[in-house]
């Protein structure tokens, strides 16, 4: 477009304007200016270069713009112009669009990258908040509202999704095992069902006492899953202690021990019976059970 036109669509066409217009660009005089548009000298406002215009226009095939470096072949410019047209605006109004669209994309392309990395310590901190509620004389009650009140917080927080992306895993939980055969496994396996996830036992020697658990499913969830099930279950053996100590002697340890886990499970049974259920079909379930035979084949025996 001529540098005149230029400088009346982007300064106005009013008194002044080739001021304000060198004032932007303080490197070129007022007389290198006057003595440009008396010549009738074009720019490219994609490039901000000046030039002096000619009778004959450069032919730019689709196919050779890009490897010349050229930014719009005579195809892309036609077709901006038709956009434009259609959209009764100027080309260069239509050219900034496209690229302020563009480059829109790519930061929010950047920001989902970046989203990649799951916020552990956000969602440690909202369940730790939560289960700070509890204590080892709750009721069943009690537990369903923490619950709930957490899932809902965390959803709507953009912590847990409804449908499983690509399959990530937990990180191990240890839980011991007379705790886990108890009340930790079902703990485990009703909490990945609440959150669309899977829970896998990875079972030690027998020698050991201890238990491993990881959930797999989304990348958020699983997160969340490893995070709940540790609160309860550490909550769970502060319930069973504390019942324990309140029985007294009425029978001999291995019956008050029976006791004190049979009730911190039928506890837990209550607890997980809550209705909570935010995702994963069946199709989901197959595919996150597939996932465990090919990774955990050996603990799925």
Same mark, same amino acid.
């Given at each position: 477009m001529l540098l005149t036109d230029y400088i009346d669509s982007v300064y106005g066409t009013t008194r002044g304007n080739r001021a304000r217009f060198l004032k932007d660009n303080p490197d070129i005089l007022p007389q290198e200016l006057s003595r440009w548009l008396k010549a009738g000298l074009k720019i490219r406002p994609e490039t901000g270069e000046i030039y002096k215009p000619v009778s004959r226009r450069v032919r730019i095939p689709s196919a050779v713009a890009a490897g010349a470096g050229v930014f719009l072949s005579d195809d892309l410019r036609e077709r901006v112009a038709s956009l434009a047209t259609a959209q009764n605006v100027t080309s260069e109004a239509m050219l900034n669009a496209l690229v302020e669209r563009e480059e829109l994309c790519r930061k929010l392309s950047l920001q989902a990258e970046n989203g990649d990395a799951v916020p552990e310590q956000q969602i440690a901190g909202i369940v730790s908040r939560y289960f700070s509620a509890l204590s080892e004389s709750s009721e069943t009650g009690a537990w369903h509202r923490v619950l709930e009140g957490l899932v809902r917080e965390l959803t709507e927080s953009g912590l847990l999704l409804f449908h499983t992306g690509n399959i990530a895993e937990s990180r191990r939980l240890n839980i011991p095992r007379t705790a886990y055969y108890w009340y930790g496994g079902f703990v485990a396996k009703r909490v990945a069902m609440m959150l669309g996830c899977y829970d896998i036992y990875l *079972?030690?020697? =027998?020698? /050991?006492?201890?238990?491993?658990?990881? !959930?797999?499913?989304?990348?958020?969830?699983?997160?969340?899953?490893? !995070? $709940?099930?540790?609160? =309860?279950?550490?909550?769970?053996?502060?319930?069973?202690?504390? *019942?324990?100590?309140?029985?007294?002697? *009425?029978?001999?340890?291995?019956?008050? @021990?029976? +006791?004190?886990? %049979? #009730?911190?499970?039928?506890?837990?049974?209550? $607890?997980?019976?809550?209705?909570?259920? $935010?995702?994963? @079909?069946?199709?989901? !379930? #197959?595919? %996150? &059970? /597939?996932? +465990?035979?090919? &990774?955990? +084949? *050996?603990? =799925? /025996?």
């Open positions: *079972w030690n020697e =027998m020698m /050991r006492p201890d238990s491993d658990v990881v !959930f797999v499913g989304d990348a958020r969830n699983v997160v969340a899953c490893y !995070f $709940i099930c540790q609160q =309860m279950c550490r909550l769970l053996k502060a319930v069973r202690l504390n *019942w324990r100590k309140q029985q007294g002697a *009425w029978g001999s340890r291995a019956e008050l @021990d029976e +006791a004190a886990h %049979l #009730y911190t499970q039928r506890l837990a049974e209550g $607890i997980m019976d809550n209705g909570i259920f $935010i995702g994963g @079909d069946e199709q989901n !379930f #197959y595919r %996150l &059970h /597939r996932y +465990a035979e090919k &990774h955990y +084949a *050996w603990a =799925m /025996r």
